[in-house]
């Protein structure tokens, strides 16, 4: 059964609603072999696309999703982000940090100036590896690397530490890398494929509401914009009480649209995040923020 | 085991801290004294905290009428982004104010909050509340004796008390 | 333990501007948890600011207000160096206090 997106428009998505939806500027199917995969293109395409739809929109607001696009909303969140309640996690994060493991050796022993002022290079391809590398599982490989257990992706104490490092990194661009390598563009690619493949009983893709919808409402909540939607992240969500992780929010999409959820850090996941992070890339790392 | 109903405050003595020590007894708290000057002893208003509708918690808070005034100023969003964190301010140009209050009229119990503003404090202050649907949100100032208020509609899609 | 009191208190002239950050879940004893069973009510109940022995605010406040409650308020006489001592009792009789310096 097809659900339709409901869309309730206030005042300052009414100029939004007479444009029309869904006309991509860029092919958007996964590249048959003898096309040749164009990042760079397509993170243009993206980011033209985005940049037209919303003129009034500067580009560096993106980041803040929903309230680049509506003002009541952006006013309430600005009364949040005065004091945020976030600001407990980061003091933990911080603490997380600099503190020792078992066998001595820190987060600065695995991450590059200690963890900080870091983040925006995240995801990177893993050529050793031949996959996609992501803060998250970044952080929970240094922990086994140096015999601790690994912390759950979605929350708490990864979603407080992912939280300080996203902080130390606030006003830095997003600068995710491609290199020239077939797997590391077939993941980028398959990112791609994912983001806009549709699934889930709502039969919806990320980018029916992301790329299509954004600042619109589906049901009570506003759709972010897709150009630099984890640029936020982590985000400490009033629906949740609590901050939640790249890994948490891709989850709980996935079972919004009523599809059964990948595991968190799954190549699909850590592929999307490539994916969006990239085409994401020149804006700048907000998080972490708070949303409703 | 017994489940710990917490509108039954329990006479525990909790010590922490700086050692700040306070008796709870059932629904009414007051801070000793300080030892320089006598600081206003200030009593919970447990009862009013428990009534529903405006009108029944200003009867039990004040026992006096409110009437509208353009001098009491309320900021509230038309549209709640999340019912669970509200951002709500009030201020005013009313002289001689003792104190401010919030009523949520559709919560389950409408008094919100409720500041005692000493003098030499402005009359205006700023917290988050919780809203449990679409509901009026009153502020109430106290001015001379006199109560006052402003009031605003906020719309709340996404109920504040986890439904 | 941490304090649970966050503080940012800042001199202007005569008019020092406090805003204060608690950790608190102000549980409102209307929420069940993933079992079905309510959560009883925790919040707190009364938080105090007080300048050179005197209170400058007294906040009531009932389960209503926010998880993680915010407040900012302003008043007249403190100026920077000055202590301001904030203090919270919940509806369990919990407390947490701390002196924060204005600047």
Known sequence: MRAQLTTRLGSATLALAALALGAFAFVAHAATPNEKIDPA??????????????????????????????????????????????????????????????NGKTYADCFAN?????????????EKEGKVVTLE?????????????????????????????????????????????????????????????RRGQLNFSCASCHVQNPGRHIRAETLAPALGILNAMPIYRSKWGALGTISRRFTSCNKQVRGVPLKPQSEDYRDLEYYLSYVSNGLPISGPSSRP | MT?????????????????????????????EAAPAQAAVSDKYPAKAFTLKGDDTAIKALYGKTVEVSDKVSLDAPE??????????????????VTSISFMVSENPNALAAYYRIPEGTMPEVANRLKMAKTTKVTAIVEAGGKLYSATKEVKVTIGGCGG | MASTIRVR????????????????????????????????????QQLTFEHSGKNVLVANWGPAVSKDPYIKFSFKGAKKGDDLKISWVDNKGQTDSTTAKIH
């Open chain 2, 79 to 96: 549209i709640a982004e999340n019912g669970a964190v509200v951002p709500i301010s009030a201020t005013t140009t009313l002289p001689n």
């Open chain 1, 114 to 126: 200690g963890g900080i002022g870091i983040r925006q290079n995240y995801p990177y391809f893993d």
């Open chain 1, 137 to 197: 599982l970044a952080i929970n490989r240094c922990r086994e690397a140096n015999g601790e257990a690994p912390l759950k992706y979605t929350k708490d104490k990864m979603a407080a530490l992912t939280a300080y490092m996203a902080y130390t990194s606030r006003g830095k661009l997003m600068d995710i890398k491609i290199p020239n390598d077939p797997r590391a563009l077939a993941a980028y690619e398959n990112g791609k494929r994912y983001f806009y493949t």
């Open chain 1, 41 to 102: 293109a397509d993170a243009k395409a993206f980011r033209d696309y985005f940049v037209t739809k919303f003129p009034k929109v500067k580009l560096d607001d993106f980041v803040n999703g929903p309230y680049s696009m509506n003002a009541d909303m952006r006013k309430q969140w600005e009364a949040i982000e005065q004091f945020p309640p976030y600001d407990f996690a980061l003091d933990e994060g911080k603490a997380m940090l600099s503190k020792p493991f078992k």
């Open chain 3, 9 to 44: 208190a800042v001199s202007s002239g005569e008019v020092t501007e406090v805003q204060a950050l608690i950790q608190h879940p102000m549980d409102s004893g209307y929420v069940k948890d993933s079992h079905g069973k309510i959560i009883p009510p925790h919040y707190i």
């Open chain 2, 3 to 31: 489940t710990d109903n917490g509108f039954w405050a329990t006479r525990r003595l909790v010590l922490q801290g700086a050692g700040l020590v306070a008796l709870a007894g059932f629904g009414n708290i007051a801070f």
